[in-house]
């Protein structure tokens, strides 16, 4: 497909970005892991709403945690003879004969959110151990200047050998075990508030000494602090990440809640268009395009929207 000359997009951010302008608008197939998640379903929905004002033509399935049904779709996405596909894994390794479908085709693919061992042209995402060491940074700091020793902190995990939760938990692990800090790993919650309100029950009786919870995701910090509410346990303090606006509102008017890191879901959709655009064009992208993250406490948190599910934080990625 043969680009134009230079125009412009109005971004889910309400800012106007160059992009290249198409002789014929390019057809974008997405294979979405799942819409169980909050986050996954505004992943989309930004995605949608960048290839829609940006006059691209989008075809979203949801595989819905199904191995098997991604990889069907995924074909079913080649059949249609989409430009470029979008995939955001179940497993890994389980798309491998789809991206070697797609490559056979002659279609580029970009990964997103989670990336593959091989076969993506790019991965669009964030550094989720950086995110894991912001907050780290944010939970040393806060015990520094409380002059604690022998801290403890209750580490609720996302899912059993996902490669975010394994980031997200390293990245906080690290900077925190150097700093003296006891880590205990709880259960894997899925990412589900709901699992984690039953895990943290336990925990809370199991380590009545607790001085924190670090969840690997706000969704989790959320339920985890809801139960130390209900049991009146006001002197421990929660950190999460991925910017949830509630947890973000929490923050300002609580001292409870400490830190996140954002992980805007509608502008990672964005981005992941933009890439597909440049993609089709012909131009060469990153292996790696990284959406941007940025740590949040009290003290900054005035400074992102609340007004949709996450809270904004959308830098200018291609510069």
């Given at each position: ?7 412009l997009?109005?971004?889910t951010a309400?800012i ?6 198409f002789?014929?608008?390019?057809k ?7 819409l169980?998640s909050?986050?996954?379903v505004?992943?989309?929905a930004?995605?949608?709403?960048a290839a ?7 075809v979203?399935?949801d ?8 990889n069907n ?6 059949t249609?003879?989409v430009d470029?596909?979008?995939?955001n894994?179940?497993n890994?390794?389980a798309v491998a004969?789809?991206l070697?479908a ?8 970009i990964?997103?959110d ?12 964030r550094?989720n151990?950086?995110m894991g060491?912001l907050?780290g940074?944010a939970?040393?700091a806060?015990f ?8 403890k902190?209750?580490e ?5 050998g996902?490669?975010?939760?394994a ?5 906080f692990?690290k900077?925190?075990?150097a700093?003296?800090i006891?880590?205990v790993?709880?259960?894997y919650a899925?990412y589900i508030?709901a699992n984690?309100?039953t895990?943290?029950?336990d ?6 000494d ?7 995701n ?14 009146g346990?006001?002197d421990?303090?929660v950190f999460g990440?991925?910017g ?8 300002t008017?609580s001292?409870?809640y400490i830190?996140t890191?954002?992980?805007d879901?509608r502008?990672?959709g964005?981005v992941t268009?933009q890439?597909a ?10 292996s790696?395009v990284?959406a ?7 003290e900054?948190?005035?400074k992102f929207p ?7 934080y959308?830098?200018d990625?291609?510069?």
């Amino acid at each position: 497909m043969s680009a134009g000359v230079i125009g412009l997009t109005l971004t889910t951010a309400g800012i106007m970005l160059p992009r290249p302008a198409f002789a014929q608008t390019i057809k974008i197939g997405f294979s979405q892991a799942t819409l169980q998640s909050p986050f996954y379903v505004e992943l989309t929905a930004g995605a949608e709403a960048a290839a829609k004002a940006g006059g691209d033509d989008i075809v979203s399935l949801d595989a819905n945690g199904d191995v098997t049904k991604q990889n069907n779709d995924l074909q079913d996405l080649i059949t249609r003879g989409v430009d470029v596909l979008i995939v955001n894994p179940v497993n890994p390794d389980a798309v491998a004969p789809s991206l070697e479908a797609a490559k056979a085709a002659g279609i580029p693919v970009i990964t997103v959110d989670r990336d593959v061992r091989g076969g993506a042209t790019s991965y669009v995402g964030r550094n989720n151990e950086k995110m894991g060491a912001l907050v780290g940074e944010a939970a040393v700091a806060y015990f520094k200047e409380k002059g604690a020793n022998n801290v403890k902190i209750i580490e609720i995990q996302g899912d059993p050998g996902g490669t975010v939760m394994a980031a997200r938990r390293d990245g906080f692990d690290k900077v925190a075990e150097a700093a003296g800090i006891k880590i205990v790993r709880g259960p894997y919650a899925e990412y589900i508030r709901a699992n984690a309100v039953t895990a943290m029950q336990d925990l809370l009786q199991a380590n009545p000494d607790l001085n924190a919870v670090y969840a690997h995701n706000d969704d989790m910090a959320v339920g985890a602090l809801q139960v130390l509410k209900e049991n009146g346990r006001t002197d421990v303090v929660v950190f999460g990440v991925d910017g949830l606006s509630e947890a973000v509102k929490i923050m300002t008017d609580s001292d409870q809640y400490i830190a996140t890191a954002l992980n805007d879901p509608r502008y990672l959709g964005d981005v992941t268009i933009q890439t597909a655009r440049r993609i089709a064009a012909g131009e060469k992208v990153p292996s790696f395009v990284d959406a941007g993250t940025t740590v949040v406490t009290k003290e900054n948190a005035s400074k992102f929207p609340t007004t949709g599910l996450f809270a904004e934080y959308r830098p200018d990625v291609f510069k």
